[in-house]
Nanobody
Framework: HVQLVESGGGSVQAGGSLSLSCVLSEYPYSKNCIGWFRQSPGKEREGVALTDSDGEATYADSVKGRFTITQDSAKNTLTLQMNSLKPDDTAMYYC???????????????????WGQGTQVTVS
């Protein structure tokens, strides 16, 4: 059973930085998409940053140039470095992983079956 545990959320002022971490109990497949989604009240889950087993990363337009996703496969750890944070970045952030189906990792939430419990990020 795959387990994902996030940490690093908190409160920060606009313009500040936070780093989120996710530790996986295991990678479920030989080729995986792993990354971060977020959800704020009244909004759908948004694929923020995703990466695959080859290290290709894709980002939502709303965070390009501000967020960086990195993966340490040897340590089963995923990190999301968030800079120049804005109040619109306020959300619950979830770590996800699942099989990589296509050429690129999908940013659709329904493509992912393994989710962490989430960590709250608040930007004021």
């Amino acid at each position: 059973h795959v387990q994902l545990v996030e940490s690093g959320g908190g409160s920060v002022q606009a313009g500040g930085s936070l780093s989120l971490s996710c530790v996986l109990s295991e990678y479920p497949y030989s080729k995986n998409c792993i990354g971060w989604f977020r959800q704020s009240p009244g909004k759908e889950r948004e694929g923020v940053a995703l990466t695959d087993s080859d290290g290709e990363a894709t980002y939502a337009d709303s965070v390009k140039g501000r967020f960086t996703i990195t993966q340490d496969s040897a340590k089963n750890t995923l990190t999301l470095q968030m800079n120049s944070l804005k109040p619109d970045d306020t959300a619950m952030y979830y770590c996800i992983v699942d099989v990589k189906w296509g050429e690129h990792c999908s940013h659709a939430a329904n493509m992912y079956n393994y989710w962490g419990q989430g960590t709250q990020v608040t930007v004021s």
